[in-house]
């Protein structure tokens, strides 16, 4: 079973966009933070942007501040970064996260497998 299902990934050139989406089950998207990372090769896997479950809320990485937009659709289930005036620098593979805290018991994480982002001129 597939909990967290990214798509939208693709090839752009400087200064271009994109739009990822993540499509997730009830049980992990109702009361989960929903973030996207991403982890280019060679180095650590680093938090990309953040969006709370209760208000909405959002974080974002200073390397994509006013460039990356995520937002969550309750209705369907998804949490989707829009990326705009991208760079060679945010090649990436991009991972969707769920992270839920629980009463009494450890946090539950889940992951996607992943959708890679490049961008070249």
């Known amino acids: 079973q597939v909990e967290l299902v990214e798509s939208g990934g693709g090839s752009v050139q400087p200064g271009g966009s994109l739009r990822l989406s993540c499509a997730a089950s009830d049980f992990v998207f109702n009361k989960s933070l929903m973030s996207w990372y991403r982890q280019a090769p060679g180095k650590e896997r680093e938090l990309v942007a953040s969006i709370t479950s209760n208000d909405g809320n959002t974080d974002y990485a200073d390397s994509v501040k006013g460039r990356f937009t995520i937002s969550r659709d309750n209705a369907k289930n998804t949490v989707n970064l829009q990326m705009n005036d991208l760079q060679p620098e945010d090649t990436a593979v991009y991972y969707c996260?769920?992270?839920?805290?629980?009463?009494?018991?450890?946090?539950?994480?889940?992951w996607g497998k992943g959708i890679l982002v490049t961008v070249s001129s």
């Open positions: 996260n769920a992270h839920r805290g629980r009463v009494y018991l450890a946090p539950i994480e889940y």
